[in-house]
């Protein structure tokens, strides 16, 4: 007889003297949730992810940073951690985060210029608020880049 076997005969034993009850359980029917509700799902998720939520829970940075005025000596403070490329303060993730989700919507404005039934109106409307947002949304990027390197693509 083989070990799985004499498992098998020691747990039946209960069961010989036992009866097991007879249950009769619902299953609870959740239904699927909307489209809209799962892109808002996947976007938020996007978001969170592209401030570098995970960075802030492990490393748990302040929420800003602040820096000595060499002139007046008064502490002020600053949301960019500068030369730091790996670092971030939470306050400078989220503003970050919230120009990547900002560029997103505008290729998502993009994308919607190709639907079919609307009118030309509003095809013009996705096309030219759809590249003011990817506009934007890089160039305040480039602006972070900037603030948070100071020096870095530099034309002298």
Request: no cysteine.
């Amino acid at each position: 007889m083989s070990a799985e076997g004499a498992v098998d005969q020691l747990l039946g034993i209960p069961f010989l003297f036992m009866r097991p009850p007879t249950l009769k359980l619902k299953v609870p029917r959740v239904s699927l949730p909307g489209r809209y509700t799962v892109f808002g799902l996947v976007f938020l998720s996007y978001f969170l992810a592209s401030s570098g939520i995970i960075y802030d829970i492990i490393q748990e940075p302040p929420s800003m940073g602040q820096t000595q005025d060499p002139k007046t000596g008064n502490v002020k403070p600053v949301a960019f951690m500068q030369y730091r490329l790996n670092g971030q303060y939470i306050i400078e993730g989220l503003s970050a985060g919230f120009m990547f989700a900002v560029a997103a919507t505008g290729v998502i404005f993009l994308d919607r210029t190709h639907t079919k039934g609307i009118s030309e109106k509003l095809k013009y409307f996705y096309l030219f608020g759809g590249l003011g947002l990817v506009i934007v949304g890089y160039n305040l990027l480039i602006v972070f880049l900037k603030i948070k390197l100071p020096g870095y693509l530099k034309t002298d």
